[in-house]
């Protein structure tokens, strides 16, 4: 776990444990002979990964951002995926005295099942919102997508992390931009599917950004290094090159939602376009 500040805002970068993606399949068109120079795949192909949910405190009320790693489907998934049986954020977030019941809101930037995994667990043999007192916040666009999917993007849509929550009524859907505390907003950031969402924390002149998929690590950050998981490459490429050159000027820290080894960085413009360099937060 790390923790920052950006201004008034307390951050913490939490840590909800690896799992391993097919390495072809992350860097999208660009060849294994530039990608393989930067992470190393496993035997089957497959690089490593991480989620890293995003808490935040803005005067008395407590913001998740991504609840994590789906690991109720079982064994043979969790097999695939290269995921343990638990998830450590309740544990992360109980090291710092709080309960699921403290969260006032979630934020879920889309509803893929390594993104919004913990939306609920089973409770006495009923699966519940994991954050009974929290409001998720979704963008309509993304919830419709979710409840209708098509082969491409079925396996990434679970029903069990978006009906529960709509039957007991706890999504509060969004169409756009929303500023949802003091200094917490969220920005529409469509390519990855088109109802995702990423956050934007300003307070007192510092800005940081959590990327959601549009950059999935630190070396996503290069224009043309889009996923093939991608529903809309070409919407993605849209999104960076209206986002870039703003986050480049205003010096944003980047929270990027996969990355294994740097939780932080920031972008820069060099002769081949745009990268990301690490930034390196405080261990809490
Ligand atoms: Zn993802």
Known sequence: MHRLRVGKLEVYLLHDGEFWLDGGAMFGVVPKALWGRLTTPDAENRIRLCLRPMLVRSGKRWVLVETGLDRKPGEKFRRIYGLGDASPVLDQLSRLGLDPRDIDLVVNTHLHFDHAGLNTRWEGGKLLPTFPRARYLVQRRELEDARSPHE?????????????????????????????????????????????????????????????????????????????????????????????????????????????????????????????????????
């Not at 007991?168 to 920005?187: D, K, Y």
């Not at 969402?197 to 889009?226: F, K, N, S």
């Open 152 to 284: 491409r993007n079925r396996a990434s849509y679970l029903p069990e992390n978006v009906e529960p929550l709509l039957d007991s009524g706890h999504f509060e859907l969004l169409e756009g931009e929303a500023e949802i505390l003091p200094g917490v907003r969220l920005i529409p950031l469509p390519g990855h599917t088109l109802g995702q969402q990423g956050v934007v924390l300003e307070c007192e002149g510092e800005r940081l950004i959590y990327t959601a998929d549009l950059i999935p690590t630190l070396l996503h950050a290069p224009l043309p290094y889009i996923m093939a998981y991608d529903l809309h490459p070409l919407t993605t490429l849209e999104t960076r090159k209206r986002y870039y050159p703003v986050w480049l000027q205003e010096n944003c820290l980047l929270v990027t939602p996969h990355d294994p080894q740097h939780p932080l960085g920031r972008l820069q413009v060099g002769e081949k376009g745009y990268h990301a360099v690490p930034v390196i937060p405080d261990r809490f």
